[in-house]
């Protein structure tokens, strides 16, 4: 097979990796979307069961309060009673200190209790909210996860055929080796696997390669890779691109050959 086909079908080739890694990379991307929800939902769940928690333990106050106000009022009208049934100063005084103690208490625990309630009252407010937000939250994370796993089913079989038309390019002078390599730049080298040599520059990495690499390279012998970047070169010309080659070419004959190309050695042995 001519290397000018074998550049053609590493091109399509190229082609096709391209979309087969663009394909993976969006199955295992498209999770994450699901899993940035998901962990909003936890996180609700979770700000739920707090909530809850704290709801009850307002609850279990709020029903002590209660009990303590009762004991407290049952306190001072048992005290008023008695009032009915004293003789002296001393009991009137000492019931009537009775009677104020329990009134003050009374109305302290009638304060808290108000405190308590709204206290309650707010948590159940709260807790509505959330368990409201969970419920949407959940909705969409159930449709999202039933869209994700529709469109990955139907991502992975475009991805199995692409996988199998790319394996079908492994013939004649495309060996698995040379298949294997090629998929491996493709994928480190952003899609970009096989790049023209323009004059002496790569045009992947764009550094100015050897001009007697780049004969080789145009003689299209062989595949090359370049030394620097590692993707597969070919030649390619462009406007101005030989006359820079053949300009390179010249000065380095000129710096390997030195002053012997200017200079008769025979005017230097009058000096010896």
Do not use: W
Not at 81 to 103: G, H, N, P, V
Not at 212 to 228: A, G, L, S
Request: charge should be negative.
């Amino acid at each position: 097979m001519e290397e000018a086909e074998v550049f053609a079908r590493l091109n399509q080739l190229q082609e096709d990796l391209s979309d087969r890694f663009a394909l993976e990379d969006e199955i295992v991307k498209l999770p994450r979307d699901l899993k940035v929800k998901q962990e909003l939902l936890d996180k609700i769940n979770l700000e739920y069961i707090e909530e809850h928690t704290r709801s009850e333990a307002a609850k279990s106050d709020l029903k002590s309060l209660h009990i303590q106000y009762d004991d407290a009022v049952l306190a001072r009208e048992n005290s008023e009673k008695q009032m009915e049934l004293i003789s002296t100063q001393r009991e009137f005084e000492a019931l009537e200190k009775e009677i104020k103690d329990a009134a003050a208490k009374e109305q302290s625990l009638l304060k808290q209790l108000h405190v308590k309630e709204k206290q309650v009252n707010e948590y159940s407010e709260r807790l509505t909210e959330k368990e409201q937000l969970m419920s949407l939250q959940k909705q969409e994370v159930d449709s999202e996860a039933s869209k994700i796993e529709a469109l990955l089913d139907e991502k992975r079989k475009q991805l199995e055929a692409l996988e199998k038309k790319c394996l079908n390019y492994i013939s004649g002078d495309i060996d698995e080796d040379l298949y294997n390599k090629f998929c491996n730049i493709v994928k480190n080298k952003k899609g970009k696997g096989i790049v023209p040599i323009h004059g002496l520059v790569c045009q992947g990495c764009h550094i100015v390669l050897p001009n007697q690499f780049v004969n080789e390279v145009r003689e299209e012998k062989e595949i090359e890779f370049c030394p620097y970047c590692s993707r597969i070169l070919f030649y390619e010309e462009t406007e101005g691109a030989e006359e820079k080659f053949r300009k390179h070419v010249e000065d380095v004959d000129i710096e390997e050959g030195g002053l012997s190309d200017f200079v008769d050695s025979s005017e230097f042995d009058d000096l010896l």
